[in-house]
C-alpha cells in the first residue's frame, strides 16, 4: 500500500513560481513510475508530468520548458517545479504513482491570477 501526500500548493500571480512535492509512505525505487495530473472543474485529469523509476521524463507540451519533474528517492519524494505560471495553469494537481497498481494523492489547489 502506497500513501501520497502532496504540497505546496497555493496563490500565485501570473509569472511567478510555484514547487509541489508529494510525499510516498514507502520506497519510490519500487515504483514503476510517478507523476503530476491536474484538473479543472468539469474535466478530466490530464498528465502534466511523468517521471520513471529510470529517470526518463516527459511533459503536457503546454508546460514544456517552464516545468521540472525531479525525485528525491532517499526522501521518497517527487517533487514539480512551476516557473513562469499561467491563469491556465490553474487547477488540482494530483501525485500519482504506478508499479502493479495506481495510487492518486488527495490533490492540491494551484490558483494563478492574472
Known amino acids: 500500500q502506497v500513501q501520497l501526500v502532496e504540497s505546496g500548493g497555493g496563490l500565485v500571480q501570473a509569472g511567478e513560481s510555484l514547487r509541489l512535492s508529494c510525499a510516498a509512505s514507502?520506497?519510490?525505487?519500487?515504483?514503476?513510475?510517478m507523476g503530476w495530473y491536474r484538473q479543472y472543474p468539469g474535466k478530466q485529469r490530464e498528465l502534466v508530468a511523468r517521471?520513471?523509476?529510470?529517470?526518463?521524463?516527459n511533459y503536457l507540451d503546454s508546460v514544456k520548458g517552464r516545468f521540472t519533474i525531479s525525485r528525491d528517492n532517499a526522501k521518497n519524494t517527487v517533487y514539480l517545479q512551476m516557473n513562469s505560471l499561467k491563469p491556465e495553469d490553474t487547477g488540482v494537481y494530483y501525485c500519482?504513482?504506478?508499479?502493479?497498481?495506481?495510487?492518486w494523492g488527495q490533490g492540491t489547489q494551484v490558483t494563478v491570477s492574472s
Open positions: 500519482h504513482a504506478i508499479s502493479t497498481r495506481a495510487w
Open positions: 514507502g520506497s519510490i525505487l519500487l515504483l514503476n513510475a
Open positions: 517521471i520513471t523509476n529510470g529517470g526518463s521524463t
